[in-house]
């Protein structure tokens, strides 16, 4: 089981980023994949979720209007892009796969069992 988190990098306040994660070893068709983010001294917080076969999508407040997360059938895999972006959105983020189909439950860290090893985003001037 493989969850390939990447596309952090460093950006200014303002800028623009895209996240990609990639699933395998497992059957994605039955689990939603998340993405979370964890600063240093900070714990783990839910950013966004999308559902691999309803493709409902679900938001933390913090990046309501500035995220959109979606699935590529084609490329098998999920796109996080993030806008806006600012100092504070500076964190580690991590890609997992868990079951559920509401925002209470895929915005809990515990419902996800498979992570993948994370990709740095810098936001700074």
């Known amino acids: 089981v493989q969850l390939q988190a990447s596309g952090g990098g460093l950006v200014q306040p303002g800028g623009s980023l895209r996240l990609s994660c990639v699933p395998s070893?497992?059957?994605?068709?039955?689990?939603?994949i998340g993405w979370f983010r964890e600063a240093p001294g900070k714990e783990r917080e839910f950013v966004a979720a999308?559902?691999?076969?309803?493709?409902?999508?679900f938001y933390a407040d913090s990046m309501m209007g500035r995220a959109t997360i979606s699935r590529d059938y084609n490329q098998y895999k999920v796109i996080l892009q993030m806008n806006s972006l600012k100092p504070e959105d500076t964190a580690l983020y991590y890609c997992?796969?868990?079951?559920?189909?509401?925002?209470?439950?895929?915005?809990?860290?515990?419902?996800?069992?498979?992570w993948g090893q994370g990709t740095q985003v810098t936001v700074s001037s």
């Open positions: 999308i559902t691999w076969y309803g493709g409902d999508t």
């Open positions: 070893g497992f059957r994605v068709y039955y689990y939603a």
């Open positions: 997992a796969a868990g079951i559920g189909s509401s925002r209470t439950s895929l915005r809990a860290a515990t419902r996800y069992d498979y």
